[in-house]
């Protein structure tokens, strides 16, 4: 069963930038679309950004776009999110996860509400982005 785990979260400056991973185990990757999804404090998940599963296309919502970069490798069945210029707004804990189609906003929302109505968000990698 493949299960995901996100990770390298820590506390950083407004202004900063940080590296996140998504490692798979269990099964392969490379036939999936990923996707980075977001909590910040009291609010639900928002999907930020996506992979296709051969690292050809990419997309970002609004509020990252510009800044946040995803990219993968498919040898290492990891998947990463380079967030840059990061700002208090960023704040939150960062899952990956799967999703049900191809990458696009839409199947970011889709997934987002999917996982959250069964409940099975993976383990998270908290950002915190203060002065």
């Known amino acids: 069963q493949l299960q995901l785990v996100a990770s390298g979260g820590t506390s950083v400056q407004p202004g900063g930038s940080l590296r996140l991973s998504c490692a798979a185990s269990?099964?392969?990757?490379?036939?999936?679309?990923i996707g980075w999804f977001r909590q910040a404090p009291g609010k639900e998940h928002e999907g930020i950004s996506c992979i296709s599963s051969s690292g050809a296309s990419t997309n970002h919502a609004d509020s990252v776009k510009g800044r946040f970069t995803v990219s993968r490798d498919n040898a290492k069945n990891t998947v990463y999110l380079q967030s840059n210029s990061l700002q208090p707004d960023d704040t939150g804990v960062y899952y990956c996860?799967?999703?049900?189609?191809?990458?696009?906003?839409?199947?970011?929302?889709?997934?987002?509400?999917?996982?959250?109505?069964?409940?099975?968000w993976g383990q998270g990698s908290k950002d915190t982005i203060s002065s």
């Open positions: 996860a799967a999703l049900l189609g191809t990458c696009s906003i839409e199947e970011l929302n889709n997934t987002a509400r999917t996982v959250t109505e069964i409940g099975s």
């Open positions: 269990g099964s392969s990757l490379d036939h999936l679309a």
